[in-house]
């Protein structure tokens, strides 16, 4: 940036009218958009529908997200992910599998007759994408860390989340390759005073990226102060974080605003939220 007297007389200049220019948002996980759920419609046409409905709020990179299925259904999702990048769809980014590779009892909104366990076959399934970046949340003591360690050297990005893991767990899942946290305190072990479960290593592993979603419903603004002291916002330990939706994003829509540096392979804009400038969020009903 240069002040104004710097800038050479014949540039392009444009009058923004006392708004901010920022970097676009960059979400890794957008179940939909548009009218339009990803698993519904695994098609090249869903995702550009998806992404043309988020883009209206701001992202520019996004990852079309599946949860627990069938592994035709996944199947269908990387080729159609494959096929969007090819074609030049816009904010394509990738694909995030979340599920089925979950346990039942942390499942929130999957259906447990979906859940499975990681096998040969669902391996392969998950290292299909030949474009873009796949990111995969398992419940790592769904698993094993050899098989953590399989998909991480397959370039996979693996983040913990839907899981009952204890702290030993979820520590030898990072060890082995682990790099993320999906939505931080929702559908994982908590952290309380002899078992620091997967919120508990979330929070003392510096090297985690957590996803939290910041909707005033999911995550108290306590819970929420104390997760930014402990991971602030200028260390890039945050992947995404769902704020409060305008009254014109329906739950229909699917559409979030989003933040932050994603895992290895993005680059994307840091959250501004900080510990002090959190007071009471507006109460908003369930989201997906």
């Known amino acids: 940036m240069v002040p104004a007297s710097e800038v050479p007389a014949d540039a392009a200049r444009h009058d923004l009218r006392g708004a901010t220019l920022l970097p676009g948002f960059i979400d890794t996980q957008v179940n939909g958009g548009g009218g339009v759920l990803f698993n519904e419609s695994p098609t090249v046409e869903g995702i550009a529908a998806i ?35 090819a074609q030049g769809v816009p ?81 030898a899942a990072v060890e082995a390759g682990a790099t993320g946290i999906t939505h931080l305190f929702n559908a994982m072990s908590p952290l309380t005073s002899r078992a620091p479960g997967l919120t508990g290593a979330a929070l003392e592993r510096p090297e985690l990226i957590c996803g939290i979603i910041v909707d005033g419903h999911h995550v108290s603004p306590t819970t929420l102060k104390i997760a930014l002291r402990c991971k602030p916002p200028s ?17 229909n829509s699917c559409s979030r605003a989003a933040t932050s540096a994603l895992w290895a392979g993005f680059a994307g804009t840091r959250t501004a939220l900080s510990p002090d400038r959190i007071s009471t ?8």
């Open 51 to 85: 992404g043309a409905a988020h883009r209206r709020f701001g992202t520019t990179g996004f990852l079309p997200t599946l949860i627990s299925d069938d592994l035709d259904v996944i199947r269908r999702a990387v080729a159609a992910v494959d096929a969007a990048i």
């Open 91 to 171: 904010g394509v980014l990738g694909i995030h599998i979340e599920g089925p590779f979950l346990n039942v009892d942390r499942r929130g909104i999957h259906r447990a007759d979906k859940i499975r366990a990681l096998d040969d076959e669902g391996l392969a399934v998950l290292t299909l994408l030949k474009r873009g970046r796949t990111l995969v949340t398992l419940a790592p003591e769904q698993t094993n860390p050899a098989t953590i360690r399989r998909l991480s050297d397959a370039g996979v990005i693996v983040a913990a989340g839907h899981s009952n893991a204890t702290y030993e767990q979820s520590i």
């Open 235 to 251: 260390s890039s330990c945050w992947s995404r974080m769902r704020c409060p939706r305008s009254a014109t994003m329906s739950m």
């Open 281 to 288: 969020w507006p109460r908003r009903s369930p989201i997906a």
